[in-house]
């Protein structure tokens, strides 16, 4: 059985000096919503990724966006 999977974005996005506009995701492995001791162990249980929101690229760092975002608007 896998863990599910319960997504969070900071709404907020930067745009790099490529061109990708990126906000912060972070995906819980919990049965639900992470409870309030998880919360407080920080990392357990959590995956934070950052995602460009115009290509769908995703990275384990902001600065991992190197190369320029192709739905990069004109």
Same mark, same amino acid.
């Given at each position: ?11 907020i ?11 912060? /995701?972070?995906?819980? !492995?919990?049965?639900?919503? %992470? *409870?309030l ?6 990392? +357990? ?5 950052w995602?460009? /929101?115009?290509?769908? !690229?995703?990275?384990?760092? %902001? *600065? ?7 739905? +990069?608007?004109?």
């Open positions: 059985m896998a863990p599910n999977h319960t997504e969070h974005d900071s709404g996005t930067e745009r790099t000096p490529t061109g990708h506009e990126i906000l912060v /995701v972070t995906e819980w !492995d919990d049965d639900g919503a %992470p *409870s001791e998880t919360l407080t162990q920080f990392d +357990q249980g959590r995956r934070r990724i995602r460009c /929101v115009q290509c769908g !690229d995703e990275r384990n760092e %902001p *600065s991992g966006f190197e190369q320029g975002c192709p739905n +990069q608007p004109v």
